[in-house]
Nanobody, 120 residues
Framework: QVQLVESGGGLVQPGGSLRLSCAAS????????MNWYRQAPGKQRELVAL???????HYEDSVKGRFTISRDNAKNTVYLQMNDLKPEDTAVYYC??????????????WGPGTQVTVSS
């Protein structure tokens, strides 16, 4: 029905930057919130950044001021610009979206994740 595909992950040195993208496709009527989560080995998945369709944003404290979430509604795509990356940012990053389907049924969807590794 709905697929979310992340891209842009990879290996970057501390202090570097990376831009993640997530494109949604399928039987989409509209998309409400689009969010980014991450999960490091042995840790719980945590919310990194949230963006409802009204344009408001929320960031996890440790990334505030370094990460920026944005979206292009025409492309059903959400981005996460990550600057001044630190080793503790290393994790699998997941795209998450609350989607109203063409049936007008609302549900949440997850992407498969993209690996971000911050290391020298």
């Amino acid at each position: 029905q709905v697929q979310l595909v992340e891209s842009g992950g990879g290996l970057v040195q501390p202090g570097g930057s990376l831009r993640l993208s997530c494109a949604a496709s399928g039987s989409i009527f509209s998309i409400n919130a689009m969010n980014w989560y991450r999960q490091a080995p042995g840790k719980q998945r945590e919310l990194v950044a949230l963006m409802p369709n009204d344009g408001g944003t929320h960031y996890e404290d440790s990334v505030k001021g370094r990460f920026t979430i944005s979206r292009d509604n025409a492309k059903n795509t959400v981005y996460l610009q990550m600057n001044d990356l630190k080793p503790e940012d290393t994790a699998v990053y997941y795209c998450h979206a609350t989607v109203v389907l063409t049936t007008l049924y609302e549900n949440d969807f997850w992407g498969p994740g993209t690996q971000v590794t911050v290391s020298s």
